[in-house]
């Protein structure tokens, strides 16, 4: 089955911009989270969503934003662009490791959109 | 979430055997241990998830202390292509969580 795919790949914006970024999950995964990495930061969690919902949240500020469709595609948003937002943006859909057993969610990732900021 | 401690590098020649141990003092009764891949530019990678004992697939062993506040997974016979940095992750449902990744372990295989 198709995996995540995220789009665009690649993008480049000035500072004051805003970007959207999209997600379209793994067929049946309801659980959309996103994620910023940069090479000072590391991987940090943005937000994630699940039936539309946004049930967690990481330390960002309000400039970025995202929702989640009822077919479980997201979207991110970041509006007035610093340069400090270059990174690649991660998006993941989870699933159980095995249906009908316990155990953590598994995080199934896309390639990543590239966003640099000029 | 329970936070984890990994060491941040390491080096091993192809063909070796190669163990990340990852330390999770905190972990909670129902939390699972997870480990990530990744490539350059590319997203994290399952590779293993445990919760005790050992579990084996086809390109990892994980091994789980029976006080379970340390896990190593083990890549057997390391080849060039397993560069990469590996994550370790402690959590019972990711969903209900922020999900943190610590440094990782940058793993670097040698010729």
């Known amino acids: 089955k198709a995996g995540v795919t995220q789009t665009p790949r690649y993008l480049i914006k000035t500072r004051g911009q805003q970007v959207t970024l999209s997600c379209s999950p793994i067929s049946g995964h309801r659980s959309v989270s996103w994620y910023q990495q940069t090479p000072g930061q590391g991987l940090q969690f943005l937000f994630e969503?699940?039936?539309?919902?946004?049930?967690n949240k990481g330390n960002f500020p309000g400039r970025f934003s995202g929702r989640q469709f009822s077919n479980s595609r997201s979207e991110m948003n970041v509006s007035t662009l610093e340069l400090g937002d270059s990174a690649l943006y991660l998006c993941a859909s989870s699933s159980p490791l095995r249906t009908g057993t316990s155990g953590a969610n598994v995080l199934t990732f896309g390639a990543g959109s590239r966003l640099t900021v000029l | 979430l329970a936070k984890t401690t990994q060491p941040i590098s390491m080096d091993s020649y192809e063909g070796q055997e190669v163990n990340i141990t990852c330390s999770h003092n905190n972990i909670a009764t129902n939390d699972y241990i997870t480990w990530y891949q990744q490539f350059p530019s590319q997203g994290p990678r399952f590779i293993i998830q445990?919760?005790?004992t050992k579990v084996t697939n086809e390109v990892a062993s994980l091994f789980i202390p029976a006080d379970r506040k340390s896990s190593t997974l083990s890549l057997p016979r390391v080849s060039l292509s397993d560069t990469a940095v590996y994550y370790c992750?402690?959590?019972?449902?990711?969903?209900?969580?922020?999900?943190?990744f610590g440094t990782g372990t940058k793993l670097q295989v040698i010729p």
């Open positions: 969503y699940f039936s539309e919902t946004q049930r």
């Open positions: 992750l402690v959590g019972d449902s990711w969903g209900y969580q922020k999900v943190t």
């Open positions: 445990g919760y005790k």
